[in-house]
């Protein structure tokens, strides 16, 4: 099933997708979803974030190559995480599909994507185990981790590097039947294919994060996890536009645009 | 002016509070504030968070005897931070005045207090210079950013070290005027006075902090930026009382409990 959150006329509501037609409800679809009766076509609604997390983690380093490559291009040996240590991202950050990536003027230019599979947790949920971590998981979307590189290596903090307004675009809407295993995660940029992997190829996959998150914190519905990415991505500069499609889910699609002097 | 946010009979409100006498509010302080007719006294309800926050800043380190004196702990040579990169926590952590800070069976025992000053955020700014950045403050609290030093030191995040469920109390109220450089931060456990330092002798102060942040990140109503502390803690064991007072705010006063096996 899938599920978009949209406005329309000074509203926002969620709404499950068939086809182009939306079914608007009340309230969230983790919640109690009641029909509001009204439905309206895929066309005629601006597609909004799929939720505002209360907090938004991120795994950040869970993909081999990506780790092989970014150290390659460093001049510094890998290092491998040796255990599941979620951190973070910011929500003032977030935006929608088709929304503009806006590059501040004076960022230097290694502005990067990377493509990740995020998990929607649909239950408030503590100390959790392997078993029955995925109990808690509503459904899966898609988020562009966008990155300075410069500023995220010489930055104490990951704030502009990672946090700059419009640097996490998610979306487009929330499928809660995926199979992840045959799951492949597609970035083109400017229509061409750039990057392909098999998104389910973590260190620590999915079950293993949430067990061990849920040793220490509690787990809200709405709560994002963002997985990580493998590979590396070109520069990216003004003009270029960016898809990140996960087979099954859909594509992410967003603009990048370089703030004018 | 006091605002507290509370909860009675299920609900939860914001109201204004003069001696002990509430007068609640709909709607949030910062925004169009509207009196219910409703009044209660201070004794009768529960004081919750003052403000659930979109993102969560914390400055970390931003006081030159805290970092000297951890340097010290740690037998290396103190680092100053050389501009104002923001850092963050996460809202799974947060809870009230009077609430346990909750120390998991498993921690290891450097578990310290940091008692810091809040800021919280009334507007929605970007691209604010340090002459008109205090524009955007609704007001301030008091903020305990509980850590745990092994999980600190030795994970690659922040997420069990500092944002452990209850690691991160903040009230027990928001004030909304002050006299920043008259405040003092007094620290005490268990009845008896362990730290005080003036609270705006900053290495980055509000508005320095605010300018920087606001040059690439849109801060919303109710974000909140913890300010950093000085000085440094005893290990803190269970049954301690920490109570972290802001001179001219109030007192925010948490027991520290550790989990039983």
New interface residues.
């Given amino acids: 099933m899938r599920w978009v959150r949209f406005s329309k006329d000074n509203t926002t509501s969620y709404g499950s997708l068939n086809g182009d037609a939306i079914t608007e409800i009340s309230g969230e679809p983790w919640g109690k979803a009641t029909p509001t009766g009204r439905t309206l076509a895929l066309s005629e609604v601006k597609l909004e974030v799929p939720v505002?997390p209360?907090?938004f983690y991120c795994a950040?380093i869970n993909y081999a190559a990506h780790i092989r490559e970014m150290a390659h291009k460093r001049g510094v040996e890998p290092v491998f995480?040796e255990?599941a240590?979620?951190?973070?991202r910011?929500?003032?950050?977030l935006i929608a599909h088709n929304e503009n990536v806006v590059i501040?003027r004076d960022a230097p230019p290694k502005v990067n994507y990377e493509g990740e599979l995020v998990v929607i947790i649909g239950k408030q949920v503590?100390h959790l185990t392997e078993a029955n971590a995925m109990s808690c998981v509503f459904g899966y979307t898609i988020g562009n981790d966008v990155s300075e590189r410069t500023w995220q290596r010489g930055?104490?903090?990951f704030?502009?590097g990672k946090?700059?307004?419009t640097f996490k675009p998610m979306g487009p809407w929330i499928e809660t039947d995926v199979d992840l295993d045959a799951m492949e995660t597609v970035v083109s940029v400017n229509g061409k294919e750039d990057l392909r992997f098999k998104t389910n190829d973590m260190i620590f996959g999915i079950a293993h994060y949430i067990a061990a998150?849920t040793?220490?914190?509690?787990?809200?519905p709405g709560d994002v996890i963002w997985m990580g990415t493998d590979g590396t991505s070109p520069d990216l500069v003004d003009g270029d536009v960016v898809e990140v499609e996960l087979t099954g889910i859909g594509v992410l699609r967003n603009p990048f645009v370089r703030e004018k002097a």
Avoid at 90 to 93: F, T, Y
């Fill in positions: 505002i209360r907090t950040g995480p255990k240590d979620i951190g973070y910011a929500n003032n950050a501040p503590k930055d104490r903090t704030w502009r946090n700059t307004d998150m040793q220490y914190l509690t787990l809200y």
